[in-house]
T-cell receptor, first 117, second 109 residues
Framework: NAGVTQTPKFRVLKTGQSMTLLCAQD?????MYWYRQDPGMGLRLIHY???????AKGEVPDGYNVSRLKKQNFLLGLESAAPSQTSVYFC????????????????FGPGTRLTVT | GIQVEQSPPDLILQEGANSTLRCNFS?????LQWFHQNPWGQLINLFY???GTKQNGRLSATTVATERYSLLYISSSQTTDSGVYFC???????????FGQGTRLTINP
């Protein structure tokens, strides 16, 4: 049981380049989330999904797109990277529907450190 | 939106000391989690505690939902307890987490 995994772990982009971050979970969770963490701050929600084929905006969605084509995967895309998107990106999942595990506890991946120059 | 405030922002202690970290939130919630972010950046789940009291070894947590606060207690601190402790509350149906700014704990040997 790997939990929540993220690829890649590190990435350097030039301004204007695009990339996709992949998140995978093997806990059969319904909900998945993408957060970003800037230095000295808590995490802020970018986008989230409450089920396969659904996505919704969080607190800081501008400049990002997401897709959830399979229940276990949640993709975060940057179409045209900007220096302001330099950050650490965390994926999380939650909501196990199977009793007796019914819970909204979120579990986080190890993060992706992205630098945009 | 909901506000989450943690105190103190920084705490420096000697090994073996006890500490209490506080989290205040501005609205009703039905999900609250405490995390430890270690020096390598990894977020470790400590407690899922929408209400009541839980204990796990040297750590315990209490959430008083009606008064909108939660406390994290660390006893007999060890250097490996160093890092940033975050409180986060879940809102609305999807339980999106809103994080506080964190408490940076430094345990000196």
């Amino acid at each position: 049981n790997a939990g929540v995994t993220q690829t890649p772990k590190f990435r350097v982009l030039k301004t204007g380049q695009s990339m996709t971050l992949l998140c995978a979970q093997d806990m059969n969770h319904e909900y998945m989330y993408w957060y970003r963490q800037d230095p000295g701050m808590g995490l802020r929600l970018i986008h989230y999904s409450v089920g396969e084929g659904t996505t919704a905006k969080g607190e800081v969605p501008d400049g990002y797109n997401v897709s959830r084509l399979k229940k276990q995967n949640f993709l975060l895309g940057l179409e045209s990277a900007a220096p302001s998107q330099t950050s650490v990106y965390f994926c999380a999942s939650s909501y196990d529907l199977q009793p007796p595990n019914l819970s909204y506890e979120q579990y986080f991946g190890p993060g992706t450190r992205l630098t945009v120059t | 939106g909901i506000q989450v405030e943690q105190s103190p922002p920084d705490l420096i202690l000697q090994e073996g000391a006890n500490s209490t970290l506080r989290c205040n939130f501005s609205d009703s919630v039905n999900n609250l989690q405490w995390f430890h972010q270690n020096p390598w950046g990894q977020l470790i789940n400590l407690f899922y505690i929408p209400s009541g009291t839980k204990q796990n070894g040297r750590l315990s947590a209490t959430t008083v939902a009606t008064e909108r606060y939660s406390l994290l207690y660390i006893s007999s601190s060890q250097t490996t307890d160093s890092g940033v402790y975050f409180c986060a509350v879940g809102i609305q149906g999807a339980q999106k987490l809103v994080f506080g700014q964190g408490t940076r704990l430094t345990i000196n040997p």
